[in-house]
């Protein structure tokens, strides 16, 4: 059995939990150490059961808390190279670094990863899918825009995670600066409702089972207008896609 869940997914902390038979991979950690054990214990979680952190890329709400729950309970880190040098002192005194290519798949005990290359203002960000060998769960968030390469990874997925950062209309129209709305909005921002629907008009969705909407804007967006916008793509109903809060994540998915 495959299944996933999220620890909380935004810009104050995210978390991806993967589970494929005794393997359990945590993909980023951006929260304090508490509060990483608190959220691991509300999906029935032990921290010492983590076979393994993925990190995407260098931003504190994704690295943050990566290099404490590492130390404390002698888990192994997975980063790109370019990811290790901007980390800097995120990532101090991690015993067991571990250097992934974008490129080439590799194995965390049960749970085989493949990672890839999204346009993002980080060093050398990089974003996943997870299978077990017939089942396949796709992450995807911190990209400003659409490339061929993430098109044909994202295809035939069982499971898939979507940032729906913002609405654009309530992005230009918010208090935020000019230069911030700029770098959002940007190829190396964050993905908007309607480029994450896009994506999904452009990508074989024939086996997807779960989608849940990811990393929304708390000033930007909502959970009504990201379910709207990937429902009309696939022409289900709204209530069908899942939103990954701040506060809360999301439950166990499983994948079957």
Same mark, same amino acid.
């Given at each position: ?16 939990? &993967?589970? #494929?038979? +005794? ?33 995407? =890329?260098?931003?504190?709400? =994704?690295?943050?808390? %990566? +290099?404490? &729950? ?6 192994? #880190? ?13 990532? +101090? ?13 590799? %194995? ?15 060093? /050398?960000?990089?974003?996943? #899918? ?6 396949? #769960?796709?992450?995807?968030?911190? %990209? ?9 990874? &994202? ?7 979507? /940032? ?25 921002? =964050? ?21 849940? %909407?990811? =990393? ?8 009504? &207008?990201?379910?709207? +916008? ?27």
């Amino acid at each position: 059995m495959m299944r996933f869940a999220s620890l909380g997914s935004g810009s104050e902390g995210n978390g991806l939990l &993967l589970e #494929v038979a +005794a393997t359990r991979i945590l993909a980023d950690c951006g929260f304090s150490l508490g509060d990483t054990v608190a959220r691991l214990a509300r999906l029935d979680v032990a921290a010492e059961s983590i076979d393994a952190i993925l990190i995407t =890329h260098e931003h504190d709400d =994704h690295v943050g808390g %990566a +290099a404490r &729950l590492a130390r404390k309970f002698d888990i192994p #880190v997975w980063v790109t190279h370019g990811t290790l040098q901007a980390a800097g002192k995120s990532l +101090a005194n991690v015993d067991e670094l571990r250097i992934f290519d974008c490129h080439q798949r590799f %194995a965390v005990g049960d749970i085989e990863v493949e990672p890839y290359t999204v346009p993002h203002d980080a060093r /050398e960000p990089a974003q996943f #899918v997870f299978g077990d060998g017939a089942r396949r #769960v796709g992450l995807l968030t911190d %990209a400003g825009s659409l490339t061929a390469h993430m098109q044909a990874v &994202l295809g035939g997925l069982d499971a898939l995670v979507l /940032e729906c950062n913002h609405d654009l209309d309530m992005l230009w129209g918010s208090a935020y600066p000019q230069r911030l709305k700029e770098r959002i909005a940007g190829k190396f921002g =964050h993905l908007d409702n309607e480029t994450a629907a896009q994506l999904l008009a452009l990508i074989d969705c024939s086996r997807l089972k779960h989608l849940v %909407a990811a =990393h929304l804007s708390k000033q930007n967006n909502t959970p009504e &207008l990201a379910r709207a +916008a990937l429902a009309r793509a696939l022409n289900c109903e709204p209530e069908w896609v899942g939103v990954a809060t701040q506060d809360e994540g999301f439950g166990w998915r499983e994948v079957g």
